[in-house]
Structure formats: C-alpha cells, structure tokens
C-alpha cells in the first residue's frame, strides 16, 4: 500500500513543480542598481586573522573620532567607560574620560529628569532621548547603533570603512531614478546607493594626540578599527585560548588515535 | 570458516603492548573535562558589570547628631549614624573583654570623624536587616540595632552585644572625600 | 541483549553487587556500552556519528542550562541580555559561541548520520523503529533549533519566527487562528518569545528521552554494519568497550577539534549580520534565510511557484516541506530490496549520490535570492528529491540485481584483508 501511494502523492509533488517550471520566467528582471553597487574594499587591522593582537594606540585614535565626530548622531549603547581600559587607559583616566560626559539622571532632591557627571559604571550617553526625537533630527532616518556595527553587516569591517572613505559624485551613467533625492548621498559601498548620513570626515577633521595625520583614510581605518574592538571586546583573547585548547585537543586526539590502534592491534577488521 | 586465532592475530599471551598510551589518552580526556568545567563554574562569579557597581558616593551634611540614615552599596543596605558625645561615652566604657568580638570604636571609625559611625546593614547572623536607623525603631538594649529575626542586639559602636550573632556588624571600606562626602567601596 | 554470548555482568566488589540488587544502572550501562554489548567488528568511520551526536546534544544542554542563568526572555531585554553574556559574564563568550556553533556542529553530526543509514540501509528490517525513532529526533531537533535562534531577539529571530509561523497560515480556514495561537498575538511578540523559550529548554530533554528509546530499540537487533549482512556469531563481533570506546574517543578528538576551531576562530560564520541587530518589527532584512541547517527543506518550499488544483503555490510549498521530511517515516516501506548495505547495490548507490548532490544543491538553492538560475535550480532539485524516495526507490528496489554477496562478516574481514584467500592471515 506505502508504494503506491508514495507513487501517486510523489507524482502530485513533480506535476505541480514541472507546472512551476513552465510558468516561471527563465530570465530575471534586470537590477540596474545592482551593477552599481561595490563590494567592499579590505582593510588590515592588526584584530585580523589567526594571531590577532589590539592595536591600543589606534584603538585611542578610534575613539577618539567616534567622541567627536560619530557620537553627534551615533550611540554606542552597549559600551560602559569601565571597557576602555581594555585600550591601554588607566583606572584614573577613565573616571576622568567619564566626568566629561553627562549621563541622565534623577535629581535627588526634587525628582526632575537631570544629569549628573559620568562614572566608570556608566554606558556611553545616547545622542538623542528615543528614536522618535533620532528620527525628527536625521531626516526620518534613525543613525544606527554602533556598538555592534561591524558584526551586524554583510561584510563587517571593510564594509565600515568602505562606507566612510567611499562617498563620491554620482556615476553620469547613473539613471534618473538612481540619483540622490534631497537629504541623500550617493555612496556605492551602501547597498541602496544614497543613504541619509552626510560624508562625515573631512581631512584634519580631528587632531590626533600622538601627532597621526588625520586624513580621511586614516580616521576610517582608526574609527573602524575601535568599532571592531566595540563589537567584540573578548575578540583577541577568543582566538588566544582558542589556540590552547586547540593544541590541547590535538595532543588528546593523537593519543586517543594510538589508543584506538593499539585496543584493535588484535583483532581484524 | 575463519577460527578464532586467525581474525585476532598478532597477540601473545593475551598481554597488551604499549598499555600507557590507553592510560595517557584516558588521562588528557580527564584533565580536558576539568578545564571545561572551570569556566562553566565560573560563570556564576559575579559579572563584570555586577563588580562595576563598587562605589557609592553619599552626602552627610544632612544627618543630624543621634540620627542615622539607611543608603545602599552593592544593592546591600548601609548604615550611616552621626554619634552624639554620650553614644561615643558608652561605646567607649565597655571593657573589650565584654565583647564577644572585641574591637574599639576607634578601630570602627576613622580619627577625627569619630562621630560617623558607618556599617553594613546586615546582621552577621544571618543576613536580616537590623532596626534602630530610622526614628523611632527599636534600637535594642544597647543602643544601637536590634535584629528582629533572631534577636541580636548591637551596641551604638554596632558590636555584637547579645543574641546569636558572632560578629559586629561590618565596617565597608570607605573614605571622606570631603567634610560632607562619603565615598564607600 | 539478544547475543548469545554477550559477556555477562558480573559485579565483584560488594558496593557492586549490593547496587546491582537495588538498582542495576552499572549492569545496564555495561549491556548497553560496555562489554555487555558485541557490536559487528568491521564498522566504519561513519559509525561514530551516533555517539558524536549524543555528545553534540550534552553540550547543548549543559552550555544551555548556563546560558539559562543569564539570559532574560524579554522582548524588551532579550538582546540586550545575550549581548550582557557575550561582554560581562566571566567566560560567557565562550558558553554562548559554544552553544551557537553547537547547534551547527550537533546538525552536521546528525546529517551523515542520517546519510549513513541511507547508504548502509540501517533504515531496513529489523531496525524500523530505529530508523523511526531517529525520524522523531531529528523533528524535535528542528524544532528546537528554530526556537532557539527565536531567543537573541534579532532581526533574523523575528523574522525567521515570522516567516516560520506563517507556514501555519497556509493552511486553509484555520491557518491564521492557528498563527496566533502559536505567536500569542498577531506578530512574534513577548508571549512569543517567552514560550518558545519554555519550549526550547523542554525539548532537548525529550530529545534525550527519545534518543534512550533509539538506543533501546538499536540494542535489540544490533548495530548494523557496513555489509548489511546480520551478526552470525561470536566472531562476527567485538565487545563495545573497549574496542568501540576507543573508537569513538578518536572520533570525539576529531569532532571536538572541528568544534574548538569552528567557536575560537570563526564563530560567526554560520550566522548571519542581521543577527545582530536588535528585532525591529518595522523593518525586514533585505535577504531573510534561515540557518544552514533548514536551507534543503526552505529550497523546497520556495520551489512551489503555481497554482496547481485547488491548492495556492503557497500551501503546495509549506506541504511539500513537511512531506520532504515526513516522508522519511515510510521509508523502510519504500525501499523493499531486501540487500541494506549499497556496497551490493549497484544501481541503487549511483541514485544515492545523486540524492546526496541533489540535496547539497537545494541547500545552496535555499541561501539564494528568488531569482532565476536558482529558482529552477532548486525546482528540479525538488523535483528529483520526491522522485527519488517515492518513485525511484520503489523501482530501483524491484529491479536491481544485487552483487554477490559474502557470508557472513567475518568472511567480509578476511577477504578484505587478503584479496589472496589461498594466503594465511594477515599481520593486523
């Protein structure tokens, strides 16, 4: 009874799908866009690869153009200023690094909204109170979190920094329906082409403490590579004790092979 | 038919070569299910956020001489009194050897501001919250805090004076950072 | 078991024998894995799959119940929660990759598993309940593995539960009441995510319970082996310990090494970026896919494109989806060759390839967007996926004539280790 009844439920299945097969167009609708659209260029960073290390000094750099240009528009919500240690700063400049920020609060006496002086325990402040007031202020596009930004797009890091160097004019092939509406810009590393956000740098934009040019090239790759460290800040240390416990496994699994050889030595199979 | 000796050749007297490397194998899987383990029972250890939250800074200027008022470290409550002169006399008047864990004020508070006296609000017995910091609570037959669930009594230095409690309560760490600020942890 | 001359346990320490009154767990656990139980000597490689998934699925749980102590099944918090893992909680990076590429490693286990019992027949009388009871795990892992990736609260886990439920909807005037039973609402929304994390910590354990009665239905027959010829006797076998203990510790090296690499080096590439932005019921991806381990079954429904007899393109899809697997049930119906191991089977090893291409290609169909060639790719991969289990299968079964064939297993041994029959035996 199964056979023949698999035999006529499985002729059911291929008729309908030879029927899609008949009735589906074999060629696409074409994408112009697509063909406009770039793949991202890579960039080194010293997190990269197999032997990973933290670059701190660029990792400062990093933050210190998502301080003064991204976090305008930018939160980092899921960073506290007690994880900047992790890029070579004491416990004493990160209280400090905290004061100069204010974070909502309560007033004690009087229960208003207020602010008070940032402590090490605090998260990064938001830029805006809610996305209804990010919307309102950005052309009724919401800036991003950045916390996790370079784990949360296709492409990762070098989608990041392709983004922040490559604003450019639009092609003069570019079709009219493809062209930067008002509030836009054309950018070929965004995957719809015109995104809300303004080429944010600009050369010499921010002064680096530890006299780095800051061309536009370099304050991607820096802000880049801090928004790897924000996304992953065990990164480093994930690959290190990889390597231990890989090598351990090795050993322990070339052992349990001679084990196995020897249990069998005796008997044929 | 195959017999027996000819599928399990290569064997002699039933003694196995090379047994070590069974025991090495067994071994490196047992010290690799210890390290595994580690991690898995240290998850449970307070969490780098948790630790984060160490400091609480507390205004004073408010407490007036004989009152007390209950803040929080650590999400536990913490006891901050302002002595008057005859608290200080009292605690002062007691013979150590009377004390079940024996400790001067001084050693309880810091030199010159003998007068704040601060601890933790939990009872060393077993974790209650004493009474005797709001007005009007029942402050034991001390003076100081009473522990309502096994009735421990502590004295105004917040020593163990009678009950089921072995220690004082606990003096956190903690410093001035003004005449008025109080910075704990 | 049913051997003859199992060993027999034998407690010899008092404990022991005082245990083995009141409640024999070691003379269980010596019958099932130890040397209580003759297993055929000549198994392969690919029978150390078993044991691998049975230990996938120990380190789903135990790196579960951690996660459990941390994670909040909020919508509100949920991935927040999971991120509170991944940067604060001591090693809670590690539990959580772990348990992501767990689920991977615990499905790439189970697949050449299944595989195996394909190419082997370990489908075939008497090991129908077996093969049934896999059939049951391998739903419930489904299930579980698609609840689970419900729970970090992202973009793909609300639209993967969107998507996911709205295969119910399909169904013909209680399609959409069904929906919001399943959601408690009208989209994936906290009741949503709180149930199906009661759910996802439910069924592991069920999955444990029905592995017990794989186990306990396997015992019974015996392994099967890679001739697919029955145990004889005694010397057709080998003691489970120490012979396939030892086994399997090499085989438990090599996955745990694979698993190590894939969590320390690369934890990420199974999954997908929009993962890791928080749900956003407002805004779809541009490209939803479900994990690696559903794209065969989602080529599958995405391949239905017409309205054929009274039923839309869309229930066609959502049944023949559910038909791919269930269909898995009448499979030791299906196949009435009554030779298991495709070592004899000449015609029906080459259909067994082509399914294994035929199901690679419908995996690689289902990542890619509805787009042609993969639309018609993935509409003959379907195609040939019906075929061969329900026409192929029946035929192939009927008319194949089968190589001969040894003995018995032992006499499979010897002939493998000396081509020559005239020589002696081989040096080990």
């Known amino acids: 009874m199964v056979r023949p009844l698999g035999f006529l439920v499985g002729l059911g299945f291929i008729t309908a799908l030879v029927l899609a097969i008949f009735t589906t167009p074999l060629k696409n609708e074409p994408n112009v866009a697509y063909s406009f659209v770039k793949h991202p260029r890579h960039v080194k960073l010293a997190s990269d690869g197999l032997v990973p290390h933290w670059d701190k000094a660029q990792l400062q750099r990093g933050m210190q153009v998502y301080k003064e240009v991204c976090s ?67 052309n009724n596009a919401i800036p991003p979190d950045l916390s996790l930004i370079t784990k949360a797009r296709e492409g990762g890091k070098d989608y990041i920094y392709s983004l922040l160097t490559g604003y450019q004019n639009p092609p003069a092939n570019l079709p009219a329906e493809l062209k930067p509406g008002t509030g836009l810009h054309y950018n070929p590393y965004f995957p719809n082409l015109n995104l809300a956000m303004a080429k944010p740098l600009a050369d010499g934009q921010v002064t680096y403490a530890d006299g780095t040019k800051a061309s536009v090239d370099q304050m991607a790759k ?24 890989f090598f351990f496994l090795l050993i322990f699994t070339v052992l349990a092979y001679l084990s196995y050889r020897n249990i069998w030595a005796d008997k044929m199979h | 038919m195959a017999s027996e000796s000819e599928l399990n050749a290569g064997i002699e007297d039933g003694v196995r070569r090379r047994d070590f490397i069974n025991i090495a194998a067994v071994s490196f899987a047992g010290v690799g299910a210890v390290a595994v383990v580690l991690p898995l029972v240290n998850q449970m250890n307070p969490s780098a956020d948790v630790l984060a939250l160490s400091t609480t800074e507390i205004d004073i200027s408010a407490i007036q001489p004989g009152q007390a008022i209950k803040t929080s470290w650590r999400k536990q409550p913490v006891f901050v009194r302002n002595l008057v002169e005859k608290e200080i006399a009292e605690a002062k008047a007691v013979p150590l050897s009377d004390l079940r864990d024996p400790q001067t004020i001084d050693e309880r508070t810091k030199p010159g501001k003998e007068n704040w006296l601060i601890t933790l609000g939990v009872c060393t017995h077993l974790g209650c919250v004493p009474l005797g910091a709001a007005e009007g609570e029942n402050k034991g037959d001390f003076g100081g805090y009473f522990c309502p669930c096994h009735g421990s009594h502590y004295d105004t230095a917040a020593r163990i004076r009678k009950g089921p409690a072995p220690t004082n309560l606990v003096v956190p760490p903690y410093e001035f950072t003004s005449d008025t600020v109080v910075t704990i942890g | 078991m049913s051997f003859p001359w199992a060993k027999p346990y034998e407690p010899k320490h008092p404990l022991m024998k005082w245990m083995d009154e009141k409640l024999p767990i070691p003379r269980l656990v010596y019958n099932a894995t130890g040397p209580g139980y003759p297993v055929p000597r000549n198994l392969n490689y690919f029978w150390n799959f078993g044991v691998l998934a049975g230990a996938a699925l120990m380190i789903q749980i135990i790196t579960g119940i951690v996660l459990a102590m941390h994670y909040a099944a909020n919508t509100g918090v949920a991935f927040n929660s999971v991120e509170h893992i991944m940067r604060d909680v001591n090693a809670g990076w590690f539990i959580r990759y772990a348990h992501m590429n767990g689920a991977s490693m615990f499905f790439i286990v189970v697949y050449l598993h299944i595989f195996r019992g394909l190419y082997y027949g370990s489908y075939k009388a008497p090991r129908e309940m077996v093969w049934l009871l896999g059939v049951v795990i391998f739903l419930l892992m489904m299930a579980t593995a698609f609840m689970g990736y419900v729970l970090p609260w992202g973009q793909m886990s609300f639209w993967g539960a969107q998507v996911i439920t709205g295969f119910f909807s399909a169904i013909p005037l209680v399609g959409e009441p069904v929906r919001q039973w399943l959601l408690g609402g009208f989209v994936p929304d906290n009741a ?133 697997i269930a269909l898995l049930f009448f499979l030791p119906w299906l196949d009435s060759s009554p030779v298991k191991s495709s070592t004899y089977r000449p015609l029906y090893r080459i259909f067994f390839w082509v399914l294994v291409a035929d199901v690679l290609l419908l995996g690689w169909c289902g990542m890619q967007p509805a787009e042609q060639p993969w639309v018609i790719l993935s509409q003959l991969g379907a195609i040939y996926y019906f075929a061969h289990f329900l026409v192929i299968l029946p035929i192939v079964s009927r008319i194949e004539r089968p190589l001969p064939m040894p003995n018995s297993i032992t006499e499979a041994v010897l002939a493998k280790h000396a081509p020559d029959a005239a020589s002696g035996p081989a040096a080990a």
Request: hydrophobic share 50%; aromatic share 16%.
């Open chain 1, 72 to 138: 305008a528009c930018h939160s980092l919500n899921l960073v506290a200023f007690r994880n900047i240690q992790d890029l070579g700063y004491t416990e004493g400049q990160v209280k400090t690094f905290a004061k100069g920020f204010q974070v909502p609060s309560v007033n004690p006496d009087t229960g208003e909204v207020a602010t008070r002086d940032g402590l090490p325990s605090d998260h990064f402040p938001a830029p805006y109170a809610n996305d209804v007031a990010a919307r309102a202020a950005n």
């Open chain 1, 222 to 245: 820096d802000v880049t590579a801090f928004l790897v460290w924000t996304a992953e800040p065990k990164l480093v240390k994930r690959v290190q004790v990889g390597w231990a416990v």
């Open chain 3, 192 to 324: 949503t995510l709180n149930r199906f994390f009661s759910l996802h910590y439910l069924l592991p354990f069920v999955i444990l319970g029905v592995i017990i009665l794989h186990i306990w239905a396997l015992h019974i027959p015996g392994s099967n082996n890679p001739t697919g010829i029955e145990v004889k006797d005694e010397q057709d076998t080998v003691p489970f310990h120490p012979y396939y203990t030892a086994k399997d510790g090499f085989g438990l090296g090599v996955f745990l090494l694979v698993f190590v690499a894939l969590t320390f080096f690369s934890p990420n590439m199974l999954g997908h970026a929009d993962n890791y932005i928080p749900a956003n019921s407002l805004s779809t991806p541009a490209h939803i896919v479900p994990e690696w381990y559903f794209l065969p079954f989602y080529a599958i429904l995405k391949a239905f494109t017409f309205n054929f007899l009274w039923i839309d393109a869309k229930l066609w899809g959502v049944i023949a989806m559910f038909a791919s």
